[in-house]
């Protein structure tokens, strides 16, 4: 079965930083696409960002561009998401996400697991 395991989230200050790890299992890491997607309180799913099986080449949200890094280590088949300068409004819910199938850029969001809560406030 194909399984999610995000973790890392916290309460922080405006300005902080967090990173989260998402450890994957039940599929084939190495060769999928992974993203990160949130949802804040009463809000659908927004996508942060979203990193390639191959090259590492990532892409982000223009709401966290510069402040937020996506990185994976195929060997331990965990995905990062290293954030910085973080804001209140990047508060929500955070949750990876794999590719619907291999080398393919189309997020499976059914695949994502229970989150972890990231809390901006001052």
């Known amino acids: 079965d194909v399984q999610l395991l995000e973790s890392g989230g916290g309460s922080v200050q405006p300005g902080e930083s967090l990173r989260l790890s998402c450890t994957a299992s039940?599929?084939?890491?190495?060769?999928?696409?992974m993203y990160w997607v949130r949802q804040a309180l009463g809000k659908g799913l927004e996508l942060v960002g979203k990193?390639?099986?191959?090259?590492?080449?990532?892409y982000y949200a223009d709401s966290v561009a510069g402040r937020f890094t996506i990185s994976r280590d195929n060997a331990k088949s965990t995905v990062y998401l290293q954030m910085n300068q973080l804001k209140p409004e990047d508060t929500g819910v955070y949750y990876c996400?794999?590719?619907?199938?291999?080398?393919?850029?189309?997020?499976?969001?059914?695949?994502r697991g229970q989150g972890t809560q990231v809390t901006v406030s001052s």
């Open positions: 996400v794999r590719g619907r199938s291999y080398y393919s850029d189309s997020a499976d969001f059914d695949s």
């Open positions: 039940g599929f084939a890491f190495n060769l999928s696409w």
């Open positions: 990193i390639d099986n191959g090259y590492g080449n990532t």
